[in-house]
């Protein structure tokens, strides 16, 4: 598979199996752990191929974003996200944390 290339610093993670094992025994004891899973692979679906800072720039595509002044405190897009997360699950999360 072939990559392309995005301007700027890039960064990857990799885990060896070591850490595969440890997150694998971790999920199994603790099963809320899984939620965090389930949220990098909703994030890896709405972050495409774009870079950090591609996706910095799509905050400014909210209303609630870019017409908020700087130091002010930004409104809450909750039921916005919630709705996309349901849009992206099939209807069947409301994007919160089960526990």
Same mark, same amino acid.
């Given at each position: 598979m @072939? @990559? /392309?290339r995005l301007s700027g610093p890039q960064f990857e993670f990799l885990l060896g199996p070591s850490a595969e094992t440890f997150l694998e025994e971790a999920v199994r004891e603790q099963p809320v752990? /899984?939620?965090y899973s389930r949220q990098t692979d909703l994030a890896l679906v709405v972050a495409v191929n774009r870079s950090g800072s591609a996706l910095k720039e799509i905050r400014y595509e909210h209303a609630e974003y *870019? *017409?908020?002044p700087f130091g002010a405190s930004i409104?809450? !897009?909750r039921e916005k996200v919630a709705q996309r997360l349901r +849009? !992206? +699950?099939g209807g069947g999360s409301?994007?919160?944390a089960e526990g």
């Open positions: @072939r @990559r /392309e752990l /899984e939620w *870019a *017409a908020t409104p809450s !897009i +849009d !992206i +699950d409301d994007g919160q």
